[in-house]
């Protein structure tokens, strides 16, 4: 896989998490840090994720946010 991402991580599913919509993908990456990511649950089950399954993560944080009082 080629990508213009610079934010590429390659890491293991710790946990998958399925709604009637989205699925909820929990990636472990070496030294413990976590990475969440909510995608469609269409796209989980075609491509197969399981828990344990290694996987690449891109970032493209356009907006992020997280506030507290």
Do not use: C, H, Q
């Not at 590429?8 to 710790?14: L, P, R």
């Not at 197969?48 to 946010?65: F, Q, R």
């Amino acid at each position: 896989m080629e990508i213009s991402a610079r934010n590429v991580f390659t890491g293991t599913i710790k946990s998958i998490s399925y709604g009637e919509i989205l699925a909820e993908v929990v990636i472990e990456l070496p030294g413990g840090l976590e990475i969440t990511s909510l995608i469609t649950k269409s796209s989980a089950e075609r491509m197969k994720l399981t828990e344990g399954t290694g996987v690449s993560t891109v970032i493209k944080a356009s907006n992020v946010m997280v506030a507290t009082d």
